[in-house]
């Protein structure tokens, strides 16, 4: 004999549970103002790896400087980090160079640069002349991480 409740209660059908389960999920990560989405890839080492779009914006990296083209834009620098916090590529390290007033990558998943190779950064496969922190990205751009001699 069905209960009180199962008497009262109307019939859910798949499209309607299906809806109730969508609305009941964790609402998708925002994007801040001034974020964009980029894909991010990287090679020329033993790990190479592409990620899907990556949600990246201006923030502070390795030791609290500020990473941001003309102030406001995201980088390839962040883009690679929040690649990495987003899709687990490993880890990212890098050294401010006060000199150029800007950070140079020296690790990206284990694979080191040294005296004879070092990360180079790519925008849409066009090498950047500019430091990772001040070169401006955009929605949709492709940004590339290359170990190269």
């Not at 949600?55 to 929040?82: E, K, Q």
Request: aromatic fraction near 6%; glycine fraction near 12%; include cysteine.
């Amino acid at each position: 004999m069905p209960s009180v409740l199962a008497r009262g209660a109307a019939p859910v059908t798949a499209a309607g549970l299906a809806l109730a389960l969508a609305l009941a999920a964790a609402p998708p990560a925002t994007a801040s103002a001034g974020d964009v989405r980029v894909r991010v890839g990287v090679t020329g080492g033993p790990y190479t790896a592409s990620v899907g779009l990556v949600i990246t914006g201006p923030r502070t990296l390795f030791g609290g400087f500020y990473c941001a083209a003309d102030g406001l834009s995201a980088t390839p620098l962040t883009a690679l980090v929040d690649a990495d916090e987003q899709y687990g590529l490993g880890g990212v390290q890098a050294r401010w160079d006060a000199a150029k007033q800007d950070f140079v990558v020296t690790s990206i998943h284990g694979d080191a640069a040294d005296s004879k190779k070092k990360w180079n950064a790519y925008v849409n496969e066009k090498k950047i002349t500019a430091g990772p922190c001040h070169t401006a990205i955009k929605g949709g751009d492709k940004i590339r991480w290359t170990l190269e001699a």
